[in-house]
């Protein structure tokens, strides 16, 4: 008994990110599983911050100016900076609104969105988003606005949290894509980092729980770009204030850590308490630090693209098409081995994997095929394999073909 089978291009799974260390030329289809070397970088220093927003904890990039707020117990207040300089040239007072602990601000087509939801002592219930019309905004002049409300809580908040140092609900990141914000927690607890996501509409709501990353540090600011699809995080790790970002893309959909996880380390800029990121133009971002008795209010340049450009996922349609045909003798295994044979395949080299029911490869075999008009025959030792079903899998540059074999008892 034989099994034979067919194949053109088929959709495979894998790291699609040519920088990674990972890398898999057969990738069809980005798995998240890219892996990276370690990569310091240093962002080149851009100006000093003006003093009075000197405790700059958000920012996003809006009507050809920068904009910014301070965290709690400042004023309510927008500061619009020009790009270049730094310097304030608009405030922005948000008229009977309390500034209990803004920590980002994320934007739309339509409205302005500050997050005020720092969480400090993990125990806090009054979190909310205030919202705010892009259009009640003039061209220049200090003036008040009004604001719509967004409340919510946490789907996994359990109670009152004894200790700071184990709170997993605070939270400085927010960003806007489509109809929903997302945010991303800051964990002093586990160093880790939820995403959870909400209705932008004003209202009450319950957070919806999305997803958990090893961020292996406290994520203090966020900004989606959108023209690239990518996602920018900044932070710093936890007592050794150590800074860094995440760049999140090739993801699917907005399942925001199902895709590329590159990690930068900062480790020599001397602004450590890096809380805003905003892209200004394509990938080009400003990251901003508070100030500290040991530092000033900073301002640095940043550049993705170095990291997120030719990443690339490949797909079908970029691939020529080509058939091959696989037959496997016995297909009911009952001795030592199977042969595999190979007809009409083009030259070139080849893969052949054995997995099991939980996908995992137990016999691997390269081979190089040069004729394309001989048959190509190799053998796969089968003796050790337990009763069970498997997947007889074969992959070349272009195609890949899959076939179910059974193994059983002798």
């Given at each position: ?246 760049l999140l893309f ?118 190089k095929i040069k ?31 899959d076939i179910k ?6």
């Amino acid at each position: 008994m034989f099994i034979t089978g067919t194949g053109f291009a088929q959709e495979t799974y894998g790291c699609a990110d040519p920088k990674a260390k990972n890398y898999n030329v057969l990738a069809t289809s980005n798995d998240g599983s890219c892996s990276y070397k370690t990569t310091i970088y240093n962002p080149p220093f851009k100006y000093l911050l003006p003093d009075e927003v000197k405790e700059t904890s958000g920012l996003i990039y809006f009507d050809n100016a920068i904009w910014t707020i301070n965290d709690g117990g400042n004023f309510p207040v927008l500061y619009k900076l020009n790009p270049e300089t730094g310097d304030i040239i608009q405030r922005i007072t948000v008229t009977n609104a309390k500034n209990n602990d803004w920590e980002d601000l994320a934007q739309d087509n339509e409205f302005i969105y500050i997050g005020d939801f720092g969480n400090n002592s993990g125990n806090r219930k009054d979190l909310r988003i205030i919202k705010i019309r892009k259009d009640d905004i003039p061209e220049s002049g200090d003036l008040g606005v009004s604001y719509q409300l967004i409340e919510f809580s946490y789907p996994d908040y359990q109670g009152r949290i004894e200790k700071k140092k184990e709170n997993n609900f605070d939270c400085e990141a927010l960003i806007c894509i489509g109809d929903s914000l997302y945010l991303f927690s800051k964990n002093r607890g586990d160093a880790q980092t939820k995403l959870y996501r909400l209705p932008k509409k004003a209202g009450i709501y319950n957070a919806e729980l999305i997803d958990t990353f090893n961020s292996r540090g406290l994520v203090t600011g966020a900004d989606y770009n959108e023209s690239s699809k990518e996602v920018t995080l900044v932070g710093y790790t936890n007592k050794t204030w150590q800074p860094f970002i995440w760049l999140l893309f090739n993801y699917k959909d907005n399942d925001l850590f199902s895709g590329n996880k590159r990690r930068i380390e900062m480790l020599n800029i001397p602004a450590t308490q890096t809380e805003g990121i905003a892209y200004v133009e394509n990938k080009n971002c400003i990251i901003t630090s508070e100030g500290h008795k040991l530092f000033s209010q900073t301002a640095y340049d940043l550049k993705t693209g170095k990291w997120t450009d030719e990443a690339v996922i490949k797909t079908n349609e970029s691939r020529e098409l080509t058939a091959f045909e696989v037959t496997a003798t016995p297909g009911t295994i009952t001795n030592e081995k199977i042969v595999v044979e190979i007809n009409n395949a083009p030259e070139g080299n080849y893969l052949i994997n054995l997995l099991n029911e939980e996908g995992t490869i137990i016999v691997s075999k390269e081979i190089k095929i040069k004729n394309t008009l001989q048959s190509n025959r190799t053998k796969l030792k089968t003796h050790h394999l337990k009763p069970g079903i498997y997947k007889l899998q074969v992959i070349s540059e272009f195609s890949i073909i899959d076939i179910k074999i059974t193994k059983i008892e002798d």
